[in-house]
Structure formats: C-alpha cells, structure tokens
C-alpha cells in the first residue's frame, strides 16, 4: 500500500497545476490579462441586474422616440405614477425587476408654480404636479438601438448568456468526454471499438450542422442551446481523454489498484483521471471559446437565443444593418465583446498548456 501511495503521489505532482506549474503561468502577462479580462465579465454576468443602467427584465425597456441615439447622449424623462414595489434582492439580480414608475422621454419643460409642464415627442404638452412627478435626466454611455433600449445594458446582460452557455455545455461535453474517453482506453477491446465509432461518426459531422440538427429537433430556447452545443463538443474531449488513459493505465499504480480488487470506476475516478487534470484543462479552456462562438452564430442565424433575452450574437443580428449607416458601433460593439471573450479564453488555454508542459 505504501509503495502504490508512493507512485501515484509522484506522479499527481507532475502531472496536476502544482506550485512550478502555477508561477510558470503567473509569469506569462498574457496569461495573465487573460484572467483578468475573463474575471470581469464573469463579474458583470453574476452582479446583472444590479448594475445595469436598464435594470428591467431582459432590459427590454423602449423609447422609441429615443432610437439609435449616439453613445453619451443624455436625454430628459418626466418620472409618474410612482409605487412602492420591493423586489427581493437575489431576484432582482437574477431577473431585474420593473419600473417602479411610467417615465416618459420629453423634449423640453419649465415649471410653472407648483406645476411642471412638459412636452412629450409626440402629443400635447403634459401638465402635471410638481408634487407627484419629476425630470430626470439620463446619459446612455453606448447610446441606444433601434427600438430605444440601452445597448450597455444590453451587453451586460448578454455577458451572462454567453458565459452560461459555454459553462453548462462544457459541464455536459466535460461528463461525456471523460466518461466514454476514460472507458474506451481502460477496457480496450470491443468497448474501445464501439466508443471509438461514435467518435468517428460525431466527428466526421461538420460542427455547427450538427448543432442545428440538435436544435431543431429540441426547439428553439435558452435551455435548448445548453444541450446543443454541450452534445457536439464531447467528442474533442473523449479524445485527448483516451490518448491519455491509454498511456497511464500500464503504470504500476494502476497496476496496483488491480491487485488489490479496486473496482473500474474507482480506479479511473481516484487514480487515473487526476493525472490528466492538465490535459483535460486545456481543453476545456479551448472549447469554452468555441461555445461562446457557436452560441453567438446560432443566435444569429435566430435558432438560438429568443426574444427579448439580449445575446451578443442576436445583437449583431438586429444591427447588422447599421455597418453601412452612421451608427455602425451597434453591431459593432457586440461583436468585439465576443472577440475579447473568445482571445482570453484561448490565451488562457494557451498559458495552461505551457504551464503544464512537464517537458519544459
């Protein structure tokens, strides 16, 4: 028992992100810029609601009066019908809540004794109490789209899309790919045969064929999307998997569990898989990017995410037209959060696996 200890404690060490491997990835600043970068977007996705400047479900609120405003535009609203609503608060921040009030995008007022009177967009001049409303007056940092909604709240709560996608589809690829990899390479045989079809089969389909396959046969939705991509990116997974159970399953620790009667999933699960943590790292670092971006293009082709919920890739959809207009940051803007989410992710692969690389 000492000596199976003894191998396997040694070689966890080299193989798993120990305390060499951590400072080798420390000293890559692109590495580095990479976490940062990923660490904020994960944090706008948790906080949502709570710091966008549009803070209604989906952030679904329009002034088409207001569309397709230019980035710090300010405009002037005459706040009604005040309530006193409470949200709870982890609610709030995971779906927003409405307005507590009717705002009104106005043109210009003046006050008039304990009156304030407004001019609307369209319509007659507004009289109301000075009591029971008030102007306010609202800068929209990335200004407005096409049906008035705040494209910076938009975006923000599209972060937390795209990250939940490729976090819940890596979850499925990762029990899949691991799974069948793990068992493929241990039993060998006919098992290994059978698995290793499946892969060749899922792998001969062209990705994002597969992927609308999956969805239409499922639906469009949010929850849909999760199980679309997460069945198509197994097989990148089971593969690296695989090649490497195959290497270490002969060792002598392995062996060792063998000849004390250890069961098939205790051995691979305890034994073998944390040998192949780095491995498995990586790739899963990769292919979180590439769900990102399957999201996205699904989204855009409309098969995606559905309206109202904001997607980065849905945004570029709506606004594609702008690119040949004036306000072409609309499409614009979305399509560079998907490209800064996709680098840091494939940097952060990149720096895993120089980290990891026991031959440097």
């Not at 849909?224 to 097989?235: E, R, S």
């Not at 399957?294 to 709506?318: H, R, T």
Request: aromatic residues 10%; proline residues 5%; hydrophobic residues 50%.
């Amino acid at each position: 028992m000492r000596l199976f200890k003894k191998h396997s404690s040694a070689d966890l060490s080299g193989r798993s992100l120990d305390r060499m491997a951590w400072r080798r990835f420390c000293r890559n600043p692109l590495s580095i810029a990479s976490l940062v970068v990923i660490g904020l977007f994960l944090l706008v996705a948790i906080l949502g609601y709570l710091i966008t400047p549009d803070h209604t479900p989906y952030c679904n609120q329009q002034y088409l009066e207001l569309a397709t405003l230019k980035p710090f535009s300010k405009a002037t609203f005459l706040i009604t019908n005040p309530t006193d609503s409470h949200t709870p608060f982890f609610q709030r921040m995971a779906q927003g809540e409405p307005l507590p009030y009717t705002a009104t995008p106005i043109i210009k007022y003046r006050y008039a004794r304990d009156s304030i009177v407004a001019t609307p967009y369209n319509g007659d001049p507004i009289v109301v109490s000075r009591h029971e409303a008030e102007v306010q007056t609202r800068t929209f940092l990335l200004g407005t789209d096409g049906y008035g909604r705040d494209v910076l709240s938009m975006l923000m709560i599209g972060s937390r899309v795209s990250l939940s996608v490729g976090f819940i589809a890596i979850l499925i690829a990762l029990f899949l790919g691991i799974t069948l990899g793990a068992l493929a390479a241990y039993h060998g045989g006919w098992v290994d045969n059978l698995i290793l079809w499946l892969i060749n089969v899922v792998w001969s389909i062209p990705t994002v064929l597969l992927v609308i396959a999956i969805t239409f046969v499922l639906g469009k939705g949010f929850w849909q999307i999760f199980i679309a991509v997460g069945l198509t990116m197994w097989v990148d997974i089971a593969r690296v998997v695989r090649g490497e159970v195959l290497s270490i399953k002969e060792k002598e620790y392995v062996e060792a569990t063998r000849a004390l009667g250890y069961g098939t999933f205790r051995t691979i699960f305890r034994h073998i898989l944390p040998n192949i943590v780095g491995a498995v790292v990586v790739i899963a670092a990769s292919n979180f990017a590439s769900a990102i971006l399957l999201e996205a293009g699904l989204s855009f082709l409309g098969i995606g995410v559905q309206p109202p919920m904001p997607s980065w890739g849905m945004m570029v959809k709506e606004n594609y037209g702008y690119i040949l207009l004036d306000s072409a940051y609309l499409a614009l803007l979305p399509g560079l959060a998907i490209m800064l989410v996709v680098l840091a992710f494939m940097l952060l692969a990149s720096g895993l696996r120089d980290a990891l690389d026991i031959k440097r």
